[in-house]
């Protein structure tokens, strides 16, 4: 075979390798498991969902020592930790739908439905207030309300830090950069938000009937 013949296919393999090797056409990002923060979010579920099983477990180990329950004497009022968990529940449809939105990649869905889940956050972190001063007890009463407090507090803390991320996430689809991992972004937050919302019913359940039964 000539040199020329053998550059000609050198060439051309070399062209082949470039050719299969070209990432261009490629995905920036992706939903779901393909996703490295669904990934990290899954990772921070596992481990949020652990610190809530052994605070409820603690809440029950105290009440197994406990020769009245609660020490306090007055379990939770009733009201406000229904109305939050009604809200709750709500905040699920337009989480759903802003979480569709995002993965249609679709602009001004996203930044309505977004918008009235801040709207419901904010309604649910008032209402937050109103159901500390009604737990009927105080952190530094006796353990009984140490872990109420404990509980209470840890999901608050949650609802405040994922409504603080929503924001953020609101303002960047109003104001940009428009890249787009920040569909993803809104994805995965809606994600969390169910975690959020589904944490919420055993430690209801726990707050308000475990002082109760």
């Known amino acids: 075979m000539s040199a020329t013949s053998e550059n000609r296919k050198s060439g051309k393999e070399a062209v082949q390798r470039g050719a299969a090797l070209d990432v261009t056409g490629l995905p920036t990002f992706a939903f779901g498991t393909r996703s490295p923060m669904w990934w990290g979010t899954m990772g921070l579920v596992a481990v949020e969902s652990t610190v809530f099983a052994l605070t409820i477990m603690a809440y029950f180990y105290l009440r197994s020592h406990a020769a009245s329950w609660p020490l306090s004497g007055f379990p939770p009022d009733l009201l406000w930790g ?95 950069p428009h890249e787009g991992k920040r569909f993803v972004d809104v994805s995965e937050n809606a994600g969390y938000w169910y975690f959020v919302v589904l944490s919420w019913l055993p430690i209801y359940a726990v707050i308000y009937w475990g002082a109760r039964f």
């Open 82 to 176: 229904t109305v939050n968990t009604a809200i709750l529940l709500l905040s699920m449809w337009p989480n759903q739908k802003a979480k569709q939105a995002a993965e249609r990649l679709d602009m001004a869905g996203v930044r309505l439905w977004m918008s009235v889940c801040m709207v419901v956050s904010i309604a649910f972190l008032a209402v937050r207030v109103l159901e500390f001063g009604a737990l009927n007890t105080s952190w530094d009463t006796d353990a009984y309300g140490s872990v109420v407090w404990m509980l209470l507090g840890l999901h608050t803390t949650h609802l405040i830090t994922d409504a603080y991320d929503s924001l953020v996430l609101t303002v960047l689809m109003f104001t940009g």
